[in-house]
């Protein structure tokens, strides 16, 4: 069964801190994996595209990197303005995107 | 360019009733996906319509449908409202071009807060 999970849930960080979060994904067959960020009452917003393994995507602050099992987002010295719900989807053979569950980054100055 | 447009922004229903969602996607995309979002669950894929035909369906039951116009503007209907149907329901767009929306980066509209008494 496809499957993609998301952690860690919730993480809180000082201005400046540098991070991680991480999808990690069971599928059938990858199409692409996406990252979207979700602010409080918006829906979510596209960031990033990823096809295959050894691939990496920047934007200011956020590089996203691809494996065979997981993808990472990479958050460098983020600022109050990053906090928001980052949220990875897969796009498997069955032509039905499947998101986690998302990681609530908050980010203290 | 105007964003996607789904009205109404908030919804109150009570159990039994039904309920329709519009969804106006940005001038030029053909695809429309509809999601449904809750705090547990996350984004649940509810259905894709592409030049007025259902691509591609999710796991929901038949008391949610969906249709697509002639100018890609598509609405949901939940009839038989239940206390579970409570959610956000995002409307997003893609251009289509590929073929497959699920290769495509989406539009999302700011949502329906649909809450069931």
């Known amino acids: 069964e496809d499957q993609v999970t998301q952690s860690p849930e919730a993480l809180r960080l000082q201005e400046g801190e540098s991070s991680s979060l991480n999808c990690s994904y069971t599928v059938s067959g990858l199409r692409g994996l996406f990252w979207y960020r979700q602010d409080p009452g918006k829906g979510p917003e596209f960031l990033f595209t990823l096809y295959s393994a050894g691939e990496e995507k920047e934007k200011e602050r956020l590089k996203a990197t691809l494996t065979k099992k997981e993808s990472f987002l990479h958050i460098t010295a983020p600022k109050p303005e990053d906090s928001a719900t980052y949220l990875c989807?897969?796009?498997?053979?069955?032509?039905?995107?499947?998101f986690g569950t998302g990681t609530r980054l908050q980010v203290f100055p | 360019k105007a964003g996607v447009t789904q009205t109404p922004r908030y919804l109150i229903k009570t159990r039994g009733q039904q309920v329709t969602l519009s969804c106006s996607p940005i001038s030029g995309h053909r695809s429309v996906s509809w999601y449904q979002q809750t705090p547990g669950q996350g984004l649940q894929f509810l259905f894709e319509?592409?030049?007025?035909?259902?691509?591609n369906k999710g796991n929901f039951p038949g008391r949610f449908s969906g249709r697509q116009f002639s100018n890609s503007r598509s609405e949901m209907n939940v009839s038989t409202l239940e206390l579970g149907d409570s959610a956000l329901y995002l409307c997003?767009?893609?251009?289509?071009?590929?073929?497959?929306?699920?290769?495509?980066?989406?539009?999302f509209g700011s949502g329906t807060q649909l809450s069931v008494l």
């Open positions: 989807a897969l796009s498997p053979n069955t032509d039905k995107l499947i």
């Open positions: 997003a767009s893609s251009q289509g071009k590929t073929g497959r929306s699920t290769n495509e980066k989406l539009f």
């Open positions: 319509y592409f030049s007025e035909t259902q691509r």
